[in-house]
């Protein structure tokens, strides 16, 4: 015996799976869209006062509130709605990003928030250090490259639904900054 309420009921549901699956392919695309950005080259210097300086620099910035206290990553959120979001571990130990990363990844990354295949990265707040000149971005990569190695293997990103639908309605931007900066500019 069929009742009223399933009438009403069905088309809800199939509403709210219509809505997932938009919100999750709208998310995944820009999550997966590559910037074919070319990105300027910057001297970076390996001085004693130029990375005493790019220490400053990162601790004036706060990179160590995701990063880190010793810059080696760690999970930003572990929420099942909201996803599961690591920052990158920025040493050279196994996990990290130091002996990947060329000066231009550096560049592309602190400065345009995309990663070295291209891709933004998530929650990486480049936004607020693209117009970040390029003696004080210089002199935070000669800092970064110089880390201590430390271990820390990371897991992938995945966000969430919750996550999905508020970058879906335009409620959840900080996701992924590298959308904010207009991309190509280079030479600052």
Known sequence: MKFYGDYVLYPVIGLLLLATLTFTIITHYHTGRI????????AIPADPVTVEQGRQLVEAYHCAECHGADLAGKRISEDLRMGKISASNLTGGKGGVQSLNSDT??????????????????????????????????????????????????????VGPLAQAMYSLGKLDQLIPAEKIPQGIKNR
């Open 35 to 42: 910037y074919p950005l070319e990105v300027e080259t910057l």
């Open 105 to 158: 990844d550096w560049v592309r990354a602190i400065r345009h928030g995309i990663h070295r295949s291209g891709r933004p990265l998530l929650l990486m707040p480049s936004d607020q250090y693209f117009e970040l000149g390029n003696e004080d971005l210089a002199a935070m990569i000669a800092y970064l490259k110089q880390l201590p190695a430390v271990d820390n293997e990371l897991p992938e990103n995945s």
